[in-house]
Protein backbone atom coordinates (compact mmCIF):
# COMPACT_ATOMS: atom_id res chain seq x y z
CA UNK A 1 0.00 0.00 0.00
CA UNK A 2 1.06 4.00 -0.43
CA UNK A 3 1.21 5.43 2.84
CA UNK A 4 1.91 8.97 2.89
CA UNK A 5 2.57 10.00 7.05
CA UNK A 6 1.55 14.16 6.77
CA UNK A 7 3.39 15.81 9.87
CA UNK A 8 6.05 12.89 10.46
CA UNK A 9 7.44 14.09 14.08
CA UNK A 10 8.01 11.53 16.99
CA UNK A 11 4.31 9.04 16.41
CA UNK A 12 4.48 10.15 12.83
CA UNK A 13 7.89 8.70 12.56
CA UNK A 14 7.17 5.47 14.51
CA UNK A 15 4.66 4.55 12.07
CA UNK A 16 6.47 5.23 9.51
CA UNK A 17 9.00 3.42 10.40
CA UNK A 18 6.90 0.09 10.91
CA UNK A 19 5.06 0.61 8.16
CA UNK A 20 7.68 0.74 5.34
CA UNK A 21 9.17 -2.86 5.35
CA UNK A 22 6.05 -3.94 3.31
CA UNK A 23 4.53 -1.11 1.95
CA UNK A 24 5.57 1.95 -0.11
CA UNK A 25 6.29 4.37 2.23
CA UNK A 26 6.74 8.36 2.49
CA UNK A 27 7.34 10.34 5.17
CA UNK A 28 6.61 14.45 4.89
CA UNK A 29 8.31 16.40 7.36
CA UNK A 30 10.17 19.54 8.31
CA UNK A 31 13.22 19.73 6.53
CA UNK A 32 16.06 19.22 8.80
CA UNK A 33 14.45 15.66 9.59
CA UNK A 34 13.89 14.78 5.95
CA UNK A 35 17.20 15.61 4.95
CA UNK A 36 18.45 13.64 7.73
CA UNK A 37 16.37 10.24 6.66
CA UNK A 38 17.08 10.56 2.98
CA UNK A 39 20.78 10.88 3.54
CA UNK A 40 21.16 7.92 6.91
CA UNK A 41 18.14 6.43 7.14
CA UNK A 42 15.19 7.27 9.89
CA UNK A 43 17.22 6.07 13.52
CA UNK A 44 15.36 4.08 15.85
CA UNK A 45 16.21 3.68 19.32
CA UNK A 46 14.74 2.89 22.66
CA UNK A 47 12.50 -0.48 22.72
CA UNK A 48 13.97 -0.93 19.34
CA UNK A 49 17.00 -0.20 17.77
CA UNK A 50 17.44 -0.08 14.15
CA UNK A 51 17.78 2.02 10.94
CA UNK A 52 15.52 2.63 8.13
CA UNK A 53 15.39 3.17 5.02
CA UNK A 54 12.46 5.48 3.84
CA UNK A 55 11.65 7.98 1.62
CA UNK A 56 10.92 11.48 3.62
CA UNK A 57 10.41 14.78 1.67
CA UNK A 58 9.21 18.33 2.71
CA UNK A 59 5.98 18.82 0.00
CA UNK A 60 3.94 16.09 -1.53
CA UNK A 61 3.62 16.64 -5.82
CA UNK A 62 1.14 13.57 -5.87
CA UNK A 63 -0.72 10.65 -4.75
CA UNK A 64 -0.96 7.42 -6.29
CA UNK A 65 -4.23 5.26 -6.47
CA UNK A 66 -5.96 3.62 -3.45
CA UNK A 67 -3.36 5.38 -0.98
CA UNK A 68 -3.70 5.73 2.52
CA UNK A 69 -2.27 9.13 4.24
CA UNK A 70 -1.90 9.11 8.10
CA UNK A 71 -2.24 12.67 9.32
CA UNK A 72 -0.18 12.78 12.63
CA UNK A 73 0.47 16.53 12.79
CA UNK A 74 -0.75 18.90 16.45
CA UNK A 75 -4.41 19.62 15.72
CA UNK A 76 -3.99 23.42 15.10
CA UNK A 77 -1.38 22.69 12.12
CA UNK A 78 -4.31 20.14 10.45
CA UNK A 79 -5.97 22.47 8.19
CA UNK A 80 -2.38 23.79 6.83
CA UNK A 81 -0.84 20.64 5.78
CA UNK A 82 -3.71 19.50 3.98
CA UNK A 83 -4.83 22.44 1.94
CA UNK A 84 -1.67 22.33 0.12
CA UNK A 85 -2.40 18.61 -0.76
CA UNK A 86 -6.10 19.17 -1.31
CA UNK A 87 -5.99 19.07 -4.92
CA UNK A 88 -3.77 15.72 -5.32
CA UNK A 89 -6.39 13.90 -3.16
CA UNK A 90 -8.12 11.20 -5.31
CA UNK A 91 -11.81 9.59 -4.63
CA UNK A 92 -10.20 6.21 -3.59
CA UNK A 93 -7.60 8.20 -0.85
CA UNK A 94 -8.33 7.25 2.34
CA UNK A 95 -6.85 10.24 5.08
CA UNK A 96 -6.74 8.85 8.77
CA UNK A 97 -6.77 11.58 11.63
CA UNK A 98 -4.13 10.07 14.09
CA UNK A 99 -4.35 13.05 16.16
CA UNK A 100 -5.12 14.14 19.58
CA UNK A 101 -7.82 16.04 20.66
CA UNK A 102 -11.23 17.17 19.91
CA UNK A 103 -12.58 17.45 16.09
CA UNK A 104 -9.10 17.27 14.12
CA UNK A 105 -11.54 15.13 11.73
CA UNK A 106 -14.17 17.88 10.93
CA UNK A 107 -11.11 19.97 10.24
CA UNK A 108 -9.44 17.52 7.81
CA UNK A 109 -12.99 17.49 5.87
CA UNK A 110 -13.18 20.93 5.93
CA UNK A 111 -9.83 21.12 4.25
CA UNK A 112 -10.69 18.52 2.08
CA UNK A 113 -13.92 19.78 0.70
CA UNK A 114 -15.55 16.53 -0.96
CA UNK A 115 -12.48 14.41 -1.84
CA UNK A 116 -11.33 10.95 -0.47
CA UNK A 117 -12.70 9.65 2.79
CA UNK A 118 -11.87 11.11 6.35
CA UNK A 119 -11.30 8.45 8.96
CA UNK A 120 -10.92 9.28 13.05
CA UNK A 121 -8.08 7.22 14.77
CA UNK A 122 -6.13 7.47 18.03
CA UNK A 123 -2.70 5.79 18.69
CA UNK A 124 -1.48 4.57 22.49
CA UNK A 125 2.49 4.61 21.21
CA UNK A 126 4.61 6.62 22.37
CA UNK A 127 7.75 8.24 21.25
CA UNK A 128 10.26 11.00 21.56
CA UNK A 129 12.19 13.13 18.66
CA UNK A 130 15.49 13.38 19.16
CA UNK A 131 17.33 14.90 17.08
CA UNK A 132 16.86 14.92 12.61
CA UNK A 133 16.64 11.51 11.43
CA UNK A 134 16.31 9.97 15.36
CA UNK A 135 13.53 9.16 17.30
CA UNK A 136 13.06 7.01 20.87
CA UNK A 137 10.41 4.19 21.22
CA UNK A 138 9.31 4.74 24.03
CA UNK A 139 5.85 3.03 24.76
CA UNK A 140 4.47 -0.22 23.10
CA UNK A 141 0.26 0.51 22.81
CA UNK A 142 -2.29 -0.09 20.63
CA UNK A 143 -4.38 2.35 17.74
CA UNK A 144 -7.93 2.36 17.24
CA UNK A 145 -9.63 3.39 13.71
CA UNK A 146 -13.22 4.54 13.05
CA UNK A 147 -15.11 1.57 11.84
CA UNK A 148 -16.14 2.47 8.42
CA UNK A 149 -15.69 1.82 4.33
CA UNK A 150 -11.67 0.84 4.20
CA UNK A 151 -10.98 0.56 7.92
CA UNK A 152 -10.84 -3.52 7.63
CA UNK A 153 -7.81 -2.98 4.70
CA UNK A 154 -6.52 -0.26 6.70
CA UNK A 155 -6.27 -2.24 9.96
CA UNK A 156 -4.47 -5.72 8.59
CA UNK A 157 -1.92 -3.31 7.22
CA UNK A 158 -1.43 -1.71 10.70
CA UNK A 159 -1.25 -4.97 12.35
CA UNK A 160 0.84 -6.72 9.79
CA UNK A 161 3.39 -3.77 10.83
CA UNK A 162 2.78 -4.45 14.95
CA UNK A 163 0.68 -1.07 15.21
CA UNK A 164 -2.38 -3.05 16.59
CA UNK A 165 -4.86 -1.73 14.96
CA UNK A 166 -8.30 -2.23 16.54
CA UNK A 167 -11.64 -1.26 15.11
CA UNK A 168 -13.63 0.80 17.41
CA UNK A 169 -17.46 0.86 16.81
CA UNK A 170 -17.80 4.51 18.66
CA UNK A 171 -14.80 6.51 17.86
CA UNK A 172 -16.27 9.63 19.56
CA UNK A 173 -16.31 8.03 22.55
CA UNK A 174 -12.96 6.48 22.61
CA UNK A 175 -11.82 10.20 21.23
CA UNK A 176 -13.31 11.34 24.65
CA UNK A 177 -11.74 8.65 26.43
CA UNK A 178 -8.38 9.42 25.45
CA UNK A 179 -8.91 13.34 25.70
CA UNK A 180 -9.84 13.03 29.17
CA UNK A 181 -6.61 11.27 30.13
CA UNK A 182 -4.56 13.69 27.80
CA UNK A 183 -6.17 16.88 29.69
CA UNK A 184 -4.69 14.90 33.42
CA UNK A 185 -1.02 13.64 31.80
CA UNK A 186 -0.25 16.22 29.03
CA UNK A 187 -0.40 19.46 30.85
CA UNK A 188 0.27 18.31 34.90
CA UNK A 189 3.89 16.65 33.68
CA UNK A 190 4.30 19.46 31.75
CA UNK A 191 4.08 21.74 34.11
CA UNK A 192 6.27 20.10 36.72
CA UNK A 193 8.75 19.14 33.96
CA UNK A 194 8.51 15.52 34.10
CA UNK A 195 8.15 12.05 33.13
CA UNK A 196 4.48 10.98 32.37
CA UNK A 197 5.31 8.30 35.01
CA UNK A 198 5.31 10.57 37.72
CA UNK A 199 1.38 11.02 37.07
CA UNK A 200 0.56 7.68 39.62
CA UNK A 201 1.97 9.92 42.38
CA UNK A 202 -0.63 9.96 44.89
CA UNK A 203 0.37 13.70 46.23
CA UNK A 204 -1.64 14.33 42.77
CA UNK A 205 -4.60 12.55 42.90
CA UNK A 206 -6.75 15.72 44.55
CA UNK A 207 -5.77 17.77 41.06
CA UNK A 208 -6.23 14.69 39.50
CA UNK A 209 -9.97 13.99 40.37
CA UNK A 210 -10.91 17.78 39.84
CA UNK A 211 -9.56 17.47 36.16
CA UNK A 212 -11.56 14.35 35.90
CA UNK A 213 -14.76 15.41 37.28
CA UNK A 214 -14.94 18.36 34.79
CA UNK A 215 -14.07 16.36 31.64
CA UNK A 216 -16.91 13.90 32.42
CA UNK A 217 -19.17 16.65 32.90
CA UNK A 218 -18.44 17.78 29.57
CA UNK A 219 -18.25 14.65 27.81
CA UNK A 220 -21.96 13.84 29.08
CA UNK A 221 -23.06 17.25 27.82
CA UNK A 222 -22.44 16.25 24.38
CA UNK A 223 -23.67 12.69 24.88
CA UNK A 224 -21.10 11.11 25.84
CA UNK A 225 -20.94 8.72 29.17
CA UNK A 226 -17.41 7.40 30.37
CA UNK A 227 -17.87 4.55 33.00
CA UNK A 228 -14.67 3.61 35.21
CA UNK A 229 -11.85 4.79 37.68
CA UNK A 230 -9.91 6.75 35.55
CA UNK A 231 -7.78 7.81 38.35
CA UNK A 232 -6.81 4.18 38.47
CA UNK A 233 -6.40 3.46 34.63
CA UNK A 234 -3.99 6.46 34.39
CA UNK A 235 -1.83 5.36 37.80
CA UNK A 236 -1.89 1.70 36.63
CA UNK A 237 -0.68 2.65 32.65
CA UNK A 238 1.75 5.21 33.21
CA UNK A 239 3.26 4.64 36.42
CA UNK A 240 6.01 2.71 34.46
CA UNK A 241 7.06 4.69 31.78
CA UNK A 242 9.81 6.92 31.09
CA UNK A 243 8.22 8.33 27.93
CA UNK A 244 7.89 12.31 27.75
CA UNK A 245 4.24 13.90 27.03
CA UNK A 246 4.28 15.65 23.49
CA UNK A 247 2.79 18.88 25.66
CA UNK A 248 6.47 18.70 27.41
CA UNK A 249 8.27 17.99 23.89
CA UNK A 250 6.48 21.02 22.58
CA UNK A 251 7.83 23.23 25.23
CA UNK A 252 11.41 21.98 25.36
CA UNK A 253 11.44 22.89 21.26
CA UNK A 254 9.69 26.53 21.63
CA UNK A 255 6.95 25.04 19.76
CA UNK A 256 3.45 25.75 20.37
CA UNK A 257 1.53 22.84 22.30
CA UNK A 258 -1.97 21.22 21.80
CA UNK A 259 -3.51 22.67 24.57
CA UNK A 260 -6.56 24.42 23.24
CA UNK A 261 -7.37 20.91 21.26
CA UNK A 262 -7.37 19.37 24.89
CA UNK A 263 -8.08 21.20 28.07
CA UNK A 264 -9.16 24.71 26.07
CA UNK A 265 -11.68 22.80 24.63
CA UNK A 266 -13.13 21.41 27.40
CA UNK A 267 -13.31 24.54 28.69
CA UNK A 268 -15.22 25.84 25.25
CA UNK A 269 -17.52 23.09 25.44
CA UNK A 270 -18.43 23.62 29.15
CA UNK A 271 -19.17 27.49 28.99
CA UNK A 272 -21.46 26.78 26.39
CA UNK A 273 -23.23 24.35 28.26
CA UNK A 274 -23.29 26.19 31.34
CA UNK A 275 -20.46 23.88 33.00
CA UNK A 276 -18.07 25.93 35.03
CA UNK A 277 -14.43 24.33 34.35
CA UNK A 278 -12.37 26.23 36.20
CA UNK A 279 -9.58 23.32 36.77
CA UNK A 280 -8.75 23.08 33.05
CA UNK A 281 -8.81 26.32 32.75
CA UNK A 282 -6.36 27.08 34.97
CA UNK A 283 -4.21 24.07 33.35
CA UNK A 284 -4.59 25.69 30.04
CA UNK A 285 -3.69 28.64 31.31
CA UNK A 286 -0.61 28.10 32.78
CA UNK A 287 0.37 25.81 29.55
CA UNK A 288 -0.59 29.28 27.52
CA UNK A 289 1.82 31.16 29.68
CA UNK A 290 4.82 28.43 29.77
CA UNK A 291 4.15 28.65 25.41
CA UNK A 292 6.40 31.91 25.88
CA UNK A 293 9.97 30.65 26.10
CA UNK A 294 10.83 33.27 28.64
CA UNK A 295 8.44 31.87 31.37
CA UNK A 296 9.86 28.15 30.46
CA UNK A 297 12.15 27.03 33.09
CA UNK A 298 16.18 26.93 31.07
CA UNK A 299 16.23 23.57 32.31
CA UNK A 300 13.04 22.66 30.75
CA UNK A 301 14.33 23.31 27.51
CA UNK A 302 16.46 21.49 24.74
CA UNK A 303 20.12 23.10 23.88
CA UNK A 304 19.45 21.99 20.59
CA UNK A 305 16.24 22.14 19.46
CA UNK A 306 14.99 19.92 16.77
Given at each position: ????????????????????P???????????????????????????S????????????????????????????????????????R???????????????????????????????????G?????????????????????????????????????????????????????????????????????????????????????????L????????????????????????SR???????????G??????????????L?????????????????????????L???????????
Amino acid sequence: MEIIVLGAGAIGSLYGAKLAPANDVTLVARAKHAAAINANGLRVEGLESRTVPIRATTTLEKIGPKALILVTTKVSDTAAVLAPIAPLVRDDTTIVSLQNGLDSEKIARRALGPRGIVLRAITQFGAIFKAPGEIQFMARGYTLLEKRERSEQIAAVLNAAGLDCRISPDILHDVWRKLVINCVVNPITAILGCEVGEIANPQLDPLKELVIAECLAVAASQGVILAGDFQQEISDFFWPSRNIASMLQDLRRGRPTEIDYLNGAVVLLGAQNNIDCPVNAALAAIIKAMEAASLVPKKMLETEPA
